[in-house]
């Protein structure tokens, strides 16, 4: 069992910047690899970044590549996503989820944070 919680989220103007964090606590946090999903007002929860278990590899959704960054810190049991160049398409709830394998499917992740709110004013 691992347990996520989200922190970092905020009201950014557009072009600005948030990092956001995942605080893992539970089971071993370097067995999993480690996504960011997100979910806007009447859509459906959608793929962001992920990473594998040691962050040597990283995957991201063509909307966000070249302006987020994904990273963990496995001695902290952290899981970062570094945005930058936010845009009003970026408001969202934010979650982050843990899974054994590096993949964008949410199908793929067995734990799931309550996620931190991110919105851009534009």
């Known amino acids: 069992q691992v347990q996520l919680v989200e922190s970092g989220g905020g009201l950014v103007q557009a072009g600005g910047s948030l990092r956001l964090s995942c605080a893992a606590s539970?089971?071993?946090?370097?067995?999993?690899?480690m996504g960011w999903f997100r979910q806007a007002p009447g859509k459906e929860r959608e793929f962001v970044a992920a990473i594998n278990r040691n962050g040597t590899n990283t995957i991201y959704a063509d909307s966000v590549k070249g302006r987020f960054t994904i990273s963990r810190d496995n001695a902290k049991n952290t899981v970062y996503l570094q945005m930058n160049n936010l845009n009003a398409e970026d408001t969202a709830v934010y979650y982050c989820?843990?899974?054994?394998?590096?993949?964008?499917?949410?199908?793929?992740?067995?734990?799931w944070g309550q996620g931190t709110q991110v919105t851009v004013s534009s």
């Open positions: 989820a843990a899974g054994p394998w590096l993949r964008s499917s949410a199908l793929a992740y067995d734990y």
């Open positions: 539970g089971r071993a946090f370097s067995s999993y690899a």
